[in-house]
């Protein structure tokens, strides 16, 4: 009987102890989501991790207390980023995550960070599309789970004909490859798609929707949203969110929108 209560004893322990390795992993470090694929926003390159929501990131974690050897980066595509929150796997997300109330039934949000507007990319020497107005008859490519492929779904499902695909990376492949006419997302993604295209691809330029960039965060801290708020208000007081902006789409001629505004730093405790 004592064998057998001595060996349940030391099971109920090895099931802490495994636990306990289990989390120690991630002790002191804090969780980030973002995309590895977008050049000039969150790039995976050569084991680093460099674009705008990364800075952004590292900003907002360095004012929560951590340095950057204390991030630990997750990529986070758009059709799992909602999962990756509710499930525990990220602590934050900045993926160029645009705020929705779809998806505030989710998650929920700190910011914006960024406003940027849905636009179209090209080969350079296309001249047929001009705007969305050149759409009809044109094969585009875009991102599943994305807030763009659904505006195209929503607003010309009649007039074009849409690939959705992982990734931006391989939207961009396509449009090389003549596959798609074009691609659409938002303009800060493009610019730094067109950037890193060494003049291949050029972005029309003609936004048509306003894309809200938010921290994803769980559903219902409000504490850390506020948190990130002031971060973020603080970012764009001292110059560093606009020297960030112009780091990472350095080539592209791109211009954000200068009706931006930081967030209301209390925001979060509502």
Sequence with gaps: ???????????????????????????????????????????KKSGTYVGFDVDVAKYIAKKL????????????????????????????????YSITDERKNAVSFAGPYFVAGQDLMVRKDDTSIKGPNDLNGKRLCSVTGSTSAATVKEKFASEVQLMEQPGYAECATALFSGIVDAVTTDDIILAGLAAASRGRLRVVGKPFTQERYGVGIKKGDTKLATKINKAIADMIRDGS??????????????????????????????
Excluded at 14 to 39: L, N, T
Excluded at 74 to 96: C, F, H, W, Y
Excluded at 247 to 270: C, I, L, M, S, V
């Design 1 to 43: 009987m004592w064998r057998r209560i001595i060996a349940g004893l030391c099971a109920i322990a090895c099931v802490f102890a495994v636990a306990a390795c289990g989390s120690a992993g991630d002790a002191g470090k804090i969780r980030i989501g973002i995309k590895f694929d977008q050049p000039g926003l969150g790039f």
């Design 65 to 96: 207390g951590y340095s950057e050897d204390q991030i630990v980066w997750k990529e986070a595509p758009s059709k799992q980023r909602e999962a990756m929150l509710q499930n525990g796997d990220v602590d934050m997300i900045l993926a160029t």
């Design 241 to 270: 969110w606009e020297r960030a902006v112009q780091d990472n789409t350095q080539g592209a001629h791109y211009t954000p929108n200068p009706k931006f505004n930081p967030p209301d730093p209390t925001e979060g405790e509502k």
